[in-house]
């Protein structure tokens, strides 16, 4: 294929089939000890200093676009003698197979927690479904189809066992005796609008319509998994996702793809606790933990009122004082203390506090008489509810922030050693016991098994680690102007020694940094962070010694990180180190090694440098100018509904090293996966049509730090889930090839897109428990699926 990327060729390996992009790589060679000729691979340097010479012509990018969508559309290339399959999507792209297994470290043989699943010729057919009047939850949605299963599954359903996703998908094993059919069924449901003692229910009427969609057919599924048919059948998958999840669905709180529940594993000791759910405790408790409060006799704060305000909204209770169980959806809370608010009675004729109702009707005196009161029922007529008499119903999601201890707890829960996690993963499958209880999978055809091995794996004998004892730096940066600020009341006084000692390592592993500060090293109140950086700042400018690098002890209180480098790093242009107080007191020698490799990064120098890219030995990398990009888009955190998407891009400024890296961030619309700003054209009153965008402004950065033309771009893209491969892939990749030609017409060098996926849940476990690190962990490795063609690479 040229590196245009037309592909015309065949991919290697087993046969496939399908609309293709393939890409036959040469087999890996080594790159020569000496470096090739720079003449070679140079381009010449136009007299203007400009890197690239801007293209007299348009028409090569505007080819681009279709280009890239030929590609997607190409016709399927026959490589098998299998019986013809339907034409595939047009968006299926054949990616690559992988071109080798790995051939040095030491065999591992691992267990993994994949399950084999055996499937049955079922008929499958799936059904559209309509309910009426309209249902967001996915809650009542299956209440209302479990009940439509429960009364017409002998009548009208011909006995089947549907499967539903709680949207708008039933599967069934076989046909229903209909094409098109619309069923009534009354759900009988809690009625939580009013603050009533009684228990309140009410009776719902519900139409469902149930129309025949499509047939999934399994066969493809085994095409695919046999790799004579290239698109997966993700209809077909669909299905038998649902089917697993059916029995689940119902005994489990389910968020997103996930499953929650106290029996598949412990609670652990946040306010709110690992994976961010409410704990059933009390309001009071839950304010107490939630507010550091170690006394609820006091009225709250106005601070600490917003955020119990905030973290309560939407939050469903039980009331703990009646006899019935009754739950109520919490719409706010008041402003006043709950002793200073009165209601008016059902009778109209009278007021009454609302802390002489509870004593006289329930005869309970409220401890915490100056907390405010849970707000349920309506704006127009509240009903107040003591916080101490209100218990948080379990199984809730807390979808806001966490704070930085809770996300310390969080962690330290959740992380298990491998031997653990194993015997978890095993209690699971024998909880929800697919093969023996579960009649719906039966039904399917379904039957899962539990490998006790696996396949055999390669694994780089070394423990993934080094340190830098006895060690220099490659290049060490260079510090003129320094000082210190301390933030930290209980080691006010340790600011001296401790730059003294850091400076001293610093310079001894290879930095060039003067002793002295360039301006004096102050301490400072935590609540003065703004006007005591903004004052350094000033100082230093006004010296004319621009400060390089601000050594800051961080306040002893946790939460002031990240202001102080919102206002270093983009307010002030400062470039700090920050180092907690409590570590840094301890002027251990690891601790200061680690600081001064931080700083080194940071004002220009290079810590390390693979000795195979000195050595031009990296195959793909090191035989011709390679730029490599890493590129991601970090969404707002749930809850957030307006921020922007922040898409960030990192670029490698030195060849062959590869060490150095320039990064560059674009906010963009929200939640947006594609990255908007990789290339973009705006009209300019002045200048006219400008060209810009993030992979173009990297590209000049290259230039300019290495005097030569990137030959390869390698761009590792992360964030991208499987069913939008195609959708980036046509988007990202023709802004890039843009961006290329933008700078010099004809410009195409060769382009590699890698999408990395890290948010998989494959645990490997090791079965040799000599091959484990101190922690029982599997040796670091880059571990390889025998037989498996790589599904996330695509060369143009």
């Known amino acids: 294929s040229s590196s245009r990327g037309g592909g015309g060729g065949r991919a290697r390996g087993r046969g496939s089939s399908g609309s293709t992009v393939t890409y036959n790589p040469p087999p890996p060679q080594m790159a020569p000890a ?30 681009l676009s279709r280009e890239v969508s030929e590609k997607l559309t190409m016709e399927p290339v026959a490589v098998t003698t299998a019986p013809p399959l339907p034409p595939s999507s047009s968006k299926a792209i054949m990616f690559p197979p992988r071109p080798g297994f790995g051939t040095v470290g030491t065999k591992c043989l691992v267990r993994a927690n994949h399950f084999l699943v055996d499937v049955a010729d079922a008929d499958l057919h799936h059904y559209d479904v309509t309910i009426t009047p309209k249902v967001t939850g996915k809650k009542v949605n299956r209440a209302i189809m479990k009940q439509l299963i429960d009364v017409y599954k002998e009548s009208h359903l011909g006995r089947w066992c549907p499967v539903y996703d709680g949207r708008k998908s039933l599967y069934t094993a076989g046909p229903l005796p209909f094409e098109s059919k619309e069923l009534v069924i009354k759900l009988t449901e809690e009625d939580c609008s009013d603050g009533s003692s009684r228990p309140a229910w009410k009776e719902r009427q519900f139409k469902v319509a149930i129309k025949l969609a499509s047939k999934p057919d399994l066969h493809y599924l085994r095409e695919f998994l046999s790799r004579r048919h290239f698109e997966c059948p993700q209809e077909a998958i669909q299905v038998l996702n649902v089917v697993l999840r059916a029995k689940p669905s119902q005994i489990y709180t389910e968020v997103g793809r996930s499953f929650f529940h106290t029996s598949l594993g412990p609670r652990g000791d946040l306010d709110v606790s690992a994976r961010s759910f409410y704990e059933p405790i009390l309001v009071s408790e839950f304010v107490a933990n939630h507010c550091r409060l170690s006394n609820l006799s006091k009225p709250l704060s106005v601070q600490d009122h917003i955020k119990v305000k905030r973290a309560l909204r939407g939050v469903r209770v039980k009331l703990i004082y009646m006899i019935y169980a009754k739950t109520c959806k919490i719409i706010g809370v008041s402003r006043d203390p709950i002793s200073q608010l009165t209601f008016t009675l059902d009778d109209k004729r009278a007021n009454v506090s609302v802390v002489k109702y509870f004593r006289e009707k329930y005869n309970v005196v409220l401890k915490y008489p100056s907390l405010p009161a849970l707000q349920s029922g309506s704006q127009a007529r509240p009903v107040y509810l003591p916080m101490e008499l ?53 039904e399917f055809g379904m039957h899962l098994k539990y490998h006790d091995t696996g396949r055999d794996k390669i694994v780089n004998p070394s423990c993934g680690q080094w340190n830098m004892i006895n060690k220099k730096m490659v290049n060490g940066g260079k510090v003129d102007f320094w000082t210190c600020v301390n933030f930290s009341s209980g080691y006010w006084n340790m600011s001296e020694d401790f730059c003294a000692e850091l400076v001293k390592m610093c310079n001894s592993k290879g930095m060039v940094f ?4 360039s301006i004096a090293m102050r301490s400072a109140r935590s609540d003065r962070i703004d006007q005591t950086l903004v004052d350094v700042y000033k100082e230093s400018a006004g010296l004319n010694k621009p400060l390089q690098l601000l050594i800051i002890i961080l306040p002893d209180q946790t939460g002031s990180y990240g202001k102080i480098k919102r206002i270093c790093e983009t307010e002030l242009g400062i470039v700090s180190q920050c180092c907690k107080p409590v570590q840094a007191s301890k002027f251990s020698n690891q601790y200061f090694e680690n600081v001064a490799l931080k700083i080194n990064a940071k004002v220009g120098g290079r810590n390390t440098v693979l000795n195979d890219a000195i050595l031009r030995r990296i195959p793909l990398v090191t035989d011709v100018p390679t730029i490599i990009f890493g590129a991601d888009v970090t969404h707002p955190p749930p809850g957030e509904d307006s921020s922007s998407s922040i898409a960030a891009i990192v670029a490698s400024m030195d060849w062959p090293e590869v060490t150095k890296y320039h990064g560059i961030v674009s906010a963009q619309t929200h939640r947006v996966e594609i990255i908007q700003d990789l290339y973009k054209q705006t009209k300019d009153p002045q200048k006219g049509l400008v060209e810009g965008g993030m992979v173009r402004e990297l590209l000049l950065a290259f230039f300019k730090s290495t005097r030569q033309k990137p030959s390869r771009i390698i761009l590792y893209r992360a964030g991208v889930s499987e069913g939008q491969f195609s959708q980036v892939l046509l988007y990202e990749m023709d802004a890039i090839r843009k961006a290329c030609c933008s700078l010099q017409e004809g410009y195409m060098p060769r382009v590699t897109f890698v999408v990395v996926q890290k948010r998989h849940h494959t645990r490997l476990f090791p079965t040799d428990r000599n091959k484990t690190d101190r922690s029982g962990n599997i040796l670091p490795v880059m571990l390889e699926s025998r037989g498996q063609a790589s599904p996330h690479v695509t060369t143009f």
């Open 34 to 63: 000496q470096p090739p000729p720079q003449m070679a691979v140079a381009p010449p340097v136009p007299l203007s200093g400009v890197p690239f010479s801007h293209p007299s012509s348009s028409s090569g990018v505007g080819s």
């Open 390 to 442: 209100c218990s948080i119903v379990e199984g809730q999601r807390y979808t806001k922030k966490l704070n930085e201890q809770q996300v310390r707890s969080l962690l330290r829960a959740t992380c298990q050693r491998p031997n653990v996690r194993e015997g978890n993963v095993t209690k699971m499958v024998q909880v929800n016991n697919f093969e023996v209880e579960e009649p719906i999978t039966k």
């Open 514 to 517: 003067r002793r002295t500060p």
